[in-house]
């Protein structure tokens, strides 16, 4: 298969097979070497509380205004802070805030089952196997077909009137796919139970947030708020998580990358200073993440310094752009893969 390459980055032929093991052993230690890998406990814990009881001020807010079209203004900020809350449950699943596994399956459940919906151990199971080779068609989930098409083999596949239409439209219809980003993540999340407890859990938030949200506001209008609110989370989610990968490299199935090749060159940082961090809770420094998947998201930019500087001594590219620039060239490889050659 002939990799998807994101402008201005090689592709896979540009790299022959040479210098591994001690490539990325080298920056790792240098990262140890500079604290970068030690948990940030406090630092969580103050994070996690600010956005916490913002999120259940939101609510409360929602409560008081009762049964006003006024309320669903709410939806807004309501989305923002469910969103900062699963970024939590992200880091969690990297085991990047407590120091046990417990407390983390604890902190993933609560966050990610209960609070905002999200099953956290499919999720969890699934970002792994991303995790192990990203953009690899037949091995990164992410990159799997469905709603969207990664590669023009995936949509050279589809065979219906349909089915060849979406695949042409694809990049236009990113954003509104976007939309229903976090209803479709609720119900993978559901089918994929396969204990009592995640069920329970899952069932909890729903009853409480639909049945809460009906009762306070009158079927109408909640089921308006419901359907914003989920929207927006939904595309929020998508602007935070397709920068990173979409339009990078794609290496072919069975390829002999080495871990510091295979995360680097599939991999795209968003640039921006604290608003940006804010917004996409630290992943616009998605290629230090896949370096250090563990390291807390605080000490991600002190790292990028070293991955840049270790990219340009062993001649590997850093792909960074802008958060507007990103998702051009994410909806440019939608394009190009969706259009046929003839």
Not at 132 to 145: E, L, R
């Amino acid at each position: 298969m002939t990799a998807p390459v994101q402008t201005a980055s090689p592709g896979a032929e540009s790299f022959p097979e040479t210098r591994r093991g001690s490539d990325f052993s080298a920056l790792l230690q240098a990262a140890r070497a500079r604290g970068l890998m030690r948990p940030r406990r406090l630092h969580y814990a103050a994070l996690l509380s600010v956005d916490f009881a913002v999120y259940v001020g939101v609510w409360a807010a929602v409560w008081f205004l009762g049964k006003t079209w006024w309320a669903l203004f709410l939806a807004v900020p309501a989305a923002l802070f469910t969103t900062r809350l699963a970024f939590f449950g992200h880091d969690v699943s990297h085991r990047q805030v407590a120091r046990t596994a417990r407390v983390n399956n604890a902190l993933a459940w609560c966050l990610g089952d209960l609070v905002t919906g999200f099953s956290s151990r499919w999720w969890a199971d699934k970002h792994a196997k991303h995790h192990g080779n990203p953009n690899v068609v037949g091995d990164d989930p992410d990159v799997d077909p469905g709603a969207v098409l990664w590669t023009k083999e995936q949509a050279g596949a589809r065979r219906s009137r349909f089915g060849v239409w979406w695949a042409r439209h694809q990049a236009e219809l990113l954003f509104p796919m976007l939309l229903g980003e976090a209803i479709n993540l609720r119900i993978a999340g559901l089918q994929a139970v396969r204990r009592p407890r995640d069920l329970v859990l899952q069932l909890a938030h729903l009853i409480i947030y639909v049945g809460g949200l009906v009762l306070v506001l009158g079927p109408g209008r909640a089921a308006v708020f419901i359907a914003a609110h989920q929207a927006m989370v939904g595309l929020h989610l998508g602007v935070a998580f397709v920068p990173g990968h979409t339009g990078m490299p794609m290496p072919p199935s069975g390829s002999r990358w080495d871990f510091l090749r295979k995360q680097v060159l599939t991999t795209r940082n968003v640039r921006g200073g604290g608003a940006i961090s804010w917004l996409l809770g630290g992943l616009n420094h998605q290629i230090e993440h896949h370096l250090f998947p563990s390291m807390p998201r605080a000490n991600l930019r002190r790292a990028s310094v070293l991955v840049r500087a270790h990219c340009a001594d062993v001649g590997l590219p850093y792909a960074s752009e802008s958060l507007t620039r990103s998702m051009v060239l994410a909806c440019r490889h939608l394009r190009e893969v969706g259009t046929p050659d003839h």
